[in-house]
Every structure is written in structure tokens, then in C-alpha cells.
């Protein structure tokens, strides 16, 4: 971990590189100055290794960008949100091999329209990019570390890759 932060120290156009523990792992930030079109990143680490590096995207990136550059994913996963005033889904496209996630937020009309599916394409913009070691695939999934749910539910909303299109998610609304 201590060589990827002085790897960050040595970026010129990263600043206010900080260092926290959570629960499940510590979690070093940073920012991104102009003109890296990223906004920030974040590293993961457990007993002092690296276990992901994030980048928030911010739309600098969008889908069809991330499957020109990584290619077509193995997995997708969705899981619903919802704040007072907003409702969005969050799709994370799954590079198993590759040891990749991508994480695209789409936006929902509001409860009283009867929708129960909405359409992701190539415009739709990227919020994030993670980067593991393919080898920690299956530990990344059971410690939390990047994802707030149980393995099991993780396992079970993830879906074989199936291309742009519609995505269902009445299913994952709460009653």
C-alpha cells in the first residue's frame, strides 16, 4: 500500500492524498487536478496490500467508451437506490478475468410513473472504474470491502452479460 502512495505522491496533477480505516480495510483519496478529466480515486487495502483502486469518472467516460477499451463484460449487476429526492440504478458491468468493474448510474422517473425498466446505451455515462487483481475476484465479493451487500445476494443479482438494452428492475424495488 505505503508503494502505491508514494507512486500518488509523485503524480503531479494528484493533491490531498488522505488516508482513513474503515470496517472492512483502509481507504486512501485523492484528487485529481485539471486537466485529468477524472475527479478522484480511491485505494483499498487490507493488512497493508492493495486489494482495488477506484476511479470516480464522473461521465469522462461512457459505456460504449468502456466497452471499447475493455472489451464485452462477463457479468452485470444491478441493484436499486433511492434518497428523499432521488431514485437511480446503480449497473455494475463485471470483468472477471480482467479484474475489472464498471459502474454506471441511470437515472428512474419518480414513483408515480409505472415504469419498470429503463434502457441503457453507449451514451449513458460511467460513475466509476474499479481495478482489482483477478486473483482477489471471489474476496472482493465476500469481504465488503467495495460492496455493502452479502456475497450471496451479490451472487444473485449477478447476471450473465446480456449487451445494451433494457434492464428490468422491478424486481429490486422495496414494497
Same mark, same amino acid.
Given at each position: 500500500?505505503?508503494? &502505491?502512495?508514494?507512486?500518488?505522491?509523485?503524480?503531479?496533477?494528484? #493533491?490531498?492524498?488522505?488516508?482513513?480505516?474503515?470496517?472492512?480495510?483502509?481507504?486512501?483519496?485523492?484528487?485529481?487536478?485539471?486537466?485529468?478529466?477524472?475527479?478522484?480515486?480511491?485505494? #483499498?487495502?487490507?493488512?497493508?496490500?492493495?486489494?482495488?483502486?477506484?476511479?470516480?469518472?464522473?461521465? %469522462?467516460?461512457?459505456? &460504449?467508451? &468502456?466497452?471499447?477499451?475493455?472489451?464485452?463484460?462477463?457479468?452485470?449487476?444491478?441493484?436499486?437506490?433511492?434518497?428523499?429526492?432521488?431514485?437511480?440504478?446503480?449497473?455494475?458491468?463485471?470483468?472477471?478475468?480482467?479484474?475489472?468493474?464498471?459502474?454506471?448510474?441511470?437515472?428512474?422517473?419518480?414513483?408515480?410513473? %409505472?415504469?419498470? &425498466?429503463?434502457?441503457?446505451?453507449?451514451?449513458?455515462?460511467?460513475?466509476?472504474?474499479?481495478?482489482?487483481?483477478?486473483?482477489? #475476484?471471489?474476496?472482493?465479493?465476500?469481504?465488503?470491502?467495495?460492496?455493502?451487500?452479502?456475497?450471496?445476494?451479490?451472487?444473485?443479482?449477478?447476471?450473465?452479460?446480456?449487451?445494451?438494452?433494457?434492464?428490468?428492475?422491478?424486481?429490486?424495488?422495496?414494497?
Amino acid at each position: 500500500m505505503w508503494n &502505491a502512495v508514494s507512486i500518488l505522491e509523485n503524480i503531479e496533477n494528484v #493533491y490531498s492524498i488522505m488516508q482513513w480505516e474503515e470496517r472492512y480495510g483502509d481507504k486512501i483519496s485523492w484528487n485529481f487536478r485539471y486537466p485529468v478529466k477524472e475527479s478522484s480515486g480511491y485505494i #483499498y487495502s487490507t493488512d497493508n496490500k492493495v486489494v482495488a483502486i477506484s476511479l470516480l469518472t464522473y461521465g %469522462s467516460l461512457t459505456v &460504449a467508451e &468502456a466497452l471499447e477499451r475493455f472489451g464485452e463484460p462477463d457479468y452485470s449487476w444491478t441493484r436499486y437506490k433511492e434518497t428523499i429526492d432521488r431514485r437511480w440504478l446503480e449497473i455494475i458491468l463485471v470483468y472477471t478475468t480482467k479484474g475489472i468493474f464498471v459502474r454506471v448510474e441511470i437515472e428512474l422517473p419518480n414513483k408515480t410513473q %409505472s415504469v419498470s &425498466a429503463v434502457h441503457m446505451d453507449g451514451n449513458n455515462p460511467v460513475g466509476r472504474v474499479i481495478y482489482i487483481d483477478p486473483i482477489q #475476484y471471489e474476496y472482493i465479493l465476500s469481504s465488503r470491502i467495495l460492496f455493502r451487500e452479502d456475497e450471496q445476494t451479490i451472487l444473485e443479482r449477478l447476471q450473465p452479460w446480456q449487451g445494451l438494452g433494457e434492464v428490468s428492475y422491478e424486481h429490486l424495488v422495496p414494497d
